[in-house]
């Protein structure tokens, strides 16, 4: 039904209402009263105190394997060197101590003397690369980062080129250690043939050991290799 507007008492039409539309689009609202809404936000976000990622951050480098940061990176693993630091300094002390109580093989005390100055060297060189490694991971510059990453790579090519030398020292060791064997005298003192009990004994049983954890780490090795062949099979 339609609408007529009501004459005034005047008798003239009342004039009807212009009426403006506006559009607002998303971040902006109509306020009475206060800022906008957009503004007034805005404001709330900047002065808040939320974590934002920095510049330093992003260029951060990680070049280690997970597994090798892990372990390299650990307390544990420096515990263990620690540990193993007493095999090298028992060698070094009883070659320094029983040096001239070996006339039938002058050379062991001597092959007792590098072995555990060079022991103490490389454990020592080990734990150089475990603090370069953490240091490494906890910079947050490209510059620190490469300055850490250099640092490991000399230092484990020191430590190979040491390696390659105790292999050839530990070769000598064998000759001189089971070459005397047959010929040591551990009671006359003024024999060509004597030998100290604790030094040969010692230096005899160092190479035995060594043998046992190079075969026990290969079947270990081995152990590992199959079982994770087995798996990577199975799945």
Not at 83 to 109: H, M, R, S, Y
Not at 130 to 149: E, F, N, P, T, Y
Request: aromatic share 10%; glycine share 6%; charged share 10%.
């Amino acid at each position: 039904m339609a609408q007529y507007p009501i004459p005034n008492s005047s008798g003239q039409r009342q004039p009807e209402p212009i009426e403006f539309t506006r559009t607002f689009n998303a971040i902006q609202r109509p306020s009475v009263g206060g800022p906008q809404f957009s503004t007034f936000f805005d404001e709330r976000i900047k002065n808040s105190k939320l974590p934002r990622p920095t510049q330093a951050t992003d260029k951060r480098i990680n070049f280690l394997p997970p597994v090798l940061s892990l372990i390299l990176g650990s307390n544990y693993f420096l515990t263990v060197l620690c540990i193993i630091l007493i095999v090298p300094i028992l060698e070094l002390t009883i070659g320094l101590v029983f040096q001239d109580k070996c006339p039938a093989e002058t050379n062991i005390p001597k092959y007792l003397i590098v072995t555990g100055a060079c022991g103490i060297v490389a454990i020592a060189l080990t734990v150089a690369i475990v603090i370069s490694i953490k240091c490494c991971i906890k910079q947050d510059s490209i510059a620190g980062s490469c300055i850490s990453a250099c640092v490991i790579g000399v230092i484990v090519l020191i430590i190979l080129l040491m390696c390659v030398f105790l292999f050839a020292w530990f070769i000598a060791g064998n000759v001189w250690v089971f070459g005397a064997q047959n010929k040591v005298d551990f009671d006359n003192e003024r024999s060509p043939n004597y030998c100290h009990s604790t030094l040969y004994n010692f230096a005899f049983w160092i190479i035995i050991l060594t043998y046992i954890m190079t075969v026990v780490t290969c079947c270990l090795s081995c152990c590992r290799a199959c079982f994770g062949s087995i798996s990577t099979l199975k799945a």
